[in-house]
């Protein structure tokens, strides 16, 4: 093992949170949980990854109690005494194979199909009841629709609390409902919710504050955004480091304590001039803690793996050295995770002969 990599086993220690290595399992979903309820299988799956050597996983995305929250009727949900007694037992296997788990608190808004979703009858939820291209389907979202999206946020968090999870992670990225408040081609209001960039993230700001309130000033906040879109993968929220302090401000300000910043490609520069990814950026503007993530290990990113593209693997010595030079904090493992639950343990041990190749094909099998 090169030695830049020994960092990526170092404890990380915040005011929040304590990790005994750099690695999180990044957020995927799986569609495994029938009817919102997560079974044996996904505390089996998450903690054999515990087992591999991750420190914290982030689960997939887990939607709120909202009718049009879900994609798909088998995504897990983050309310109702079933799923959250599946939840807690799912938690109990992290916690007895020493790691720590957060759930990813979810809502695809306009991102939902409906005829594979539950309530098929009922429109998409957004920021302005249109499509990337601008295309009107649904009414805009009312302020009361709002404040009841808000409050389904914070119920959440609160549950996931009291069930045990270790902190919470809000989705505002990829295009779903959160980040279509954020991006413009989305955001058409008028109203406090939209306008320029800071206005934009009212509705992503109301829902930390709501949760901090309901969880306390000591449980962690994580907020995972992104630039690019599942609908423009060249779509950008901020173009310059100024527009993404902006973008910022406000949700540290509401209580984020650590920044997910997802890109597909972690070692790419965010803006020119600077070798700084996104979450180097994000570290610097903010001064809070964040997280990289994106084809860490493969040489492909997600988005080619979706056209049915493998990838090898990646050197990621280069990742050590940025952790070395402070320029984040920790690392989310995606795809190589899914493929290899002992992918951390094998880095750590050196044996990065043993890393294996990503095959979309094998997906369905592994997750």
């Given at each position: 093992m090169a030695h830049s990599l020994d960092i990526l086993f170092t404890p990380f220690s915040s005011k929040k949170l304590d990790l005994a290595n750099r690695?999180?399992?990044?957020?995927?979903?799986?569609?495994?949980?029938?009817?919102?309820?997560?079974?044996?299988?996904?505390?089996?799956?998450?903690?054999?990854?515990?087992?591999?050597?991750t420190s914290l996983i982030i689960t997939?995305?887990?939607?709120?109690?909202?009718?049009v929250a879900s994609p798909h009727p088998n995504v897990p949900h983050l309310y109702g005494e079933k799923a959250l007694a599946g939840w807690a037992n799912v938690v109990k296997a992290v916690h007895e194979a020493g790691g720590k788990i957060m759930p990813q608190i979810w809502h695809v808004g306009m991102a939902r199909r409906a005829n594979e979703a539950p309530n098929p009858e009922?429109?998409?939820a957004g920021p302005?009841?249109?499509?990337?291209?601008?295309?009107?389907?649904?009414?805009?979202?009312?302020?009361?629709?709002i404040d009841d999206l808000v409050t389904a946020y914070a119920d959440s968090a609160r549950a996931a609390k009291e069930i045990g999870f270790d902190g919470v992670e809000v989705h505002g990225a990829h295009g779903y409902l959160v980040d279509q408040f954020f991006w413009e081609q989305m955001n058409l209001r008028e109203d406090a919710y939209g306008g320029d960039m800071v206005k934009r993230t009212g509705f992503a700001a109301r829902i930390v504050a709501a949760i901090r309130e309901a969880t306390g000033e000591d449980y962690p906040i994580v907020f995972r955004?992104?630039?690019?879109?599942?609908?423009?993968?060249?779509?950008?929220?901020?173009?310059?480091?100024?527009?993404?302090a902006d973008f910022l401000k406000p949700l540290a300000e509401a209580g984020v304590d650590i920044f997910h910043c997802s890109t597909r490609r972690y070692w790419e520069p965010e803006f020119e001039g600077s070798d700084l990814n996104l979450a180097g950026w994000t570290k610097k503007i903010t001064g809070l803690p964040t997280i990289t993530?994106?084809?860490?290990?493969?040489?492909?990113?997600?988005?080619?793996?979706?056209?049915?593209?493998?990838?090898?693997?990646?050197?990621?010595?280069?990742?050590?050295e940025k952790l070395e030079n402070e320029e984040f904090d920790l690392v989310a493992v995606g795809r190589a995770l899914i493929q290899d639950a002992d992918w951390p343990n094998k880095v750590r041990e050196g044996r990065m002969d043993e890393l294996q190749d990503y095959s979309p094909k094998k997906l369905a099998e592994l997750v």
């Open positions: 690695i999180v399992m990044a957020p995927m979903t799986r569609f495994f949980s029938p009817d919102g309820v997560p079974g044996q299988n996904v505390a089996d799956y998450y903690r054999r990854r515990v087992e591999g050597g997939e995305g887990t939607v709120i109690s909202d009718p009922l429109p998409n302005s009841g249109v499509l990337h291209n601008r295309k009107k389907i649904a009414e805009p979202l009312t302020e009361q629709e955004f992104s630039q690019w879109k599942q609908q423009d993968y060249d779509a950008k929220l901020a173009h310059t480091p100024e527009e993404l993530v994106g084809s860490v290990g493969l040489s492909k990113d997600m988005m080619s793996s979706f056209k049915g593209e493998d990838s090898g693997t990646r050197n990621i010595d280069d990742l050590g």
